[in-house]
T-cell receptor, first 114, second 117 residues
């Protein structure tokens, strides 16, 4: 158990809908990362927050947005969902902003868009 | 943009044999190179990492080597066991993605390691 929690574990929704994925980092970690992993694909970095502020942005679509709250939990919002958005979404946390610190991954949320 | 290439995409080895996974990176300023292991149904987990001031690092059956001149690094697993079956990801730090001077990780595409009994 990495100490990172993600809810929900599974999510099934229809095209055009909007969903929110939630992540709670490990106690003491200030940095949260979001990743997308499609079937048999690698990890696509979406976005990073550090202590409430956006830190780095990867290949995140404009339909997607995220935020980190004062209690350090983070939410990833996916809107106008398309079939191609079906994937595993991972949240990871680390103690600092820099990439040279270990990232602890949550169990992921499996999103299925029908 | 910055890129990390990982090979092979799938590797099948006999139990007890060694496995080697290789990665090349493009950003000559990269200075941190972690390897993560993702077991089925789980999130990735760091297994070993190396920094640019070190050429090799070993942890029991796992070792990583780094060649900064050639811009490549490799993961070596000796005496492979069934529990080594997983997807392995390499990554390299890169300054390009970051909004300031901090480095961010660029990930390889992953290698599916299959240990045959």
């Amino acid at each position: 158990d990495s100490g990172v929690t993600q809810t929900p574990k599974h999510l099934i929704t229809a095209t055009g809908q909007r969903v929110t994925l939630r992540c709670s980092p490990r106690s003491g970690d200030l940095s949260v990362y979001w990743y997308q992993q499609s079937l048999d694909q690698g990890l696509q970095f979406l976005i990073q927050y550090y202590n409430g502020e956006e830190r780095a942005k990867g290949n995140i679509l404009e339909r997607f947005s995220a935020q980190q709250f004062p209690d350090l939990h983070s939410e990833l919002n996916l809107s106008s969902l398309e079939l191609g958005d079906s994937a595993l979404y991972f949240c990871a946390s680390s103690v600092a902003a820099a990439s040279s610190y270990e990232q602890y991954f949550g169990p992921g949320t499996r999103l299925t868009v029908t | 943009g910055e890129n990390v290439e990982q090979h092979p995409s799938t590797l099948s080895v006999q139990e007890g044999d060694s496995a080697v996974i290789k990665c090349t990176y493009s950003d000559s300023a990269s200075n941190y190179f972690p390897w993560y292991k993702q077991e089925l149904g789980k999130g990735p987990q760091l297994i070993i990492d190396i920094r640019s001031n070190v050429g090799e690092k070993k942890d029991q059956r796992i070792a990583v080597t780094l060649n900064k001149t050639a811009k490549h690094f490799s993961l070596h697993i000796t005496e492979t066991q069934p529990e080594d079956s997983a997807v392995y990801f390499c990554a390299a730090s890169s300054i390009r993605l970051s909004m300031d001077s901090n480095y961010q990780l660029i990930w390889g595409a992953g290698t599916k390691l299959i240990i045959k009994p």
